[in-house]
């Protein structure tokens, strides 16, 4: 279900806390689902994924080459932009997050 927009920040954590995963961009409430340490994927694209990823928890990335991009906090190569990360490689992250 998609509660974008329709939940405050306590009520997004009770939602969470029930949640069987989490698939969210690299924002706040993909942290809050780390945090909570509730199975989840976060999808990465133009941001580094390895300065901004959940501490600990490196199997919840869905991005092209997450730990080959240096330290620059954002990318502007093309094949780093968020829609290079397709479906499959999502589902993928969300079968591996629920085995």
Known sequence: MDFAG?????????????????????????????????????????????RLFPYKRPETLAAVDPFGRGLKLQSSDPAHAIEAIGVDTVYAKVCEQTA
């Open 6 to 50: 329709l939940t405050s920040l306590p009520e997004l954590t009770a939602l969470f806390k029930t949640a069987r995963i989490v698939v969210s961009n690299d924002t706040g409430p993909g942290h809050i689902a780390a945090a909570l340490g509730v199975p989840l994927v976060m999808i990465f694209g133009p941001s580094n994924p390895i």
